[in-house]
């Protein structure tokens, strides 16, 4: 049972365009939700956060929002970059501090 | 700042054999856990080890055991290996399991494959 869900397995953007990654999550217990960004040979890189009590974080280039009625969270990147490609993780945790990972979602950027 | 660091970077083992995976924390960081990605699949926790004691641990079975040291590195033991067992071990440490604003930092992984 996949408690984190992201649906689309691949996305391509031409570069300065926004990408918009989506992840979808069915435990109402997940109070904190993360974004990974991984390169090939690497470890996931912490990308940006959001509770469950905001709607919104911004972080430079990177917004995530967090629909909690929908349990829907998107992550906007504007302008995207090439170097923006790379395999994307949506992660929720709750009390027990553990993290639940989808399945990640590979981002083409075209130059 | 040192970041995480794991060895070794690849491992070929043979089905029933045994394995040790090592991590060492980032400095400053008391909290350690481990994650198995399988190819294709998002990381899957297996443990956590805070201040040198088990702190949560997720579907795997026995066979997969873990220590953290004073020091506050982590092994990962995992015995009877399996074909399954095939994938890529992350490593992650914090610097508290308790606070959000103290994100997992990743190593770049330990591949195993099992033949």
């Known amino acids: 049972d996949q408690q984190v869900k992201q649906n689309s397995p691949s996305l391509s953007v031409q570069e300065g365009r926004i990408s918009i990654l989506n992840c979808d999550y069915t435990n109402s217990m997940f109070d904190y939700f993360l974004w990974y960004k991984k390169y090939p040979a690497e470890g996931p890189t912490f990308l940006i956060s959001?509770?469950?009590?905001?709607d919104k974080n911004e972080d430079g280039r990177f917004t995530v929002f967090l629909n909690k009625s929908a349990k829907h969270l998107s992550l906007h990147i504007v302008p995207s970059q090439p170097g923006d490609s790379a395999v994307y993780f949506c992660?929720?945790?709750?009390?027990?501090?553990?993290?639940?990972f989808g399945k990640g979602i590979t981002l083409s950027v075209r130059p | 700042e040192t970041g995480v660091t794991q060895s070794p970077t690849h491992l070929i083992k043979t089905r029933g054999q045994q394995v040790t995976l090592r991590c060492s924390s980032q400095s400053g960081h008391n909290t350690v856990s481990w994650y198995q990605q399988a190819l294709g699949q998002g990381p899957q926790f297996i443990f956590q080890y805070y201040r040198e004691e088990e702190n949560g641990r997720g579907n795997f079975p026995p066979r997969f055991s873990g220590l953290q040291f004073p020091n506050y590195s982590s092994e990962l033991n995992v015995n009877a290996l399996e074909l399954d067992d095939s994938a890529l071990y992350l490593c992650?440490?914090?610097?508290?399991?308790?606070?959000?604003?103290?994100?997992?930092?990743f190593g770049n992984g330990t591949r195993l494959t099992v033949t």
């Open positions: 959001i509770s469950s009590i905001k």
């Open positions: 992660a929720a945790t709750g009390a027990n501090s553990k993290l639940t």
């Open positions: 992650a440490s914090s610097r508290d399991y308790n606070d959000y604003n103290s994100p997992l930092h």
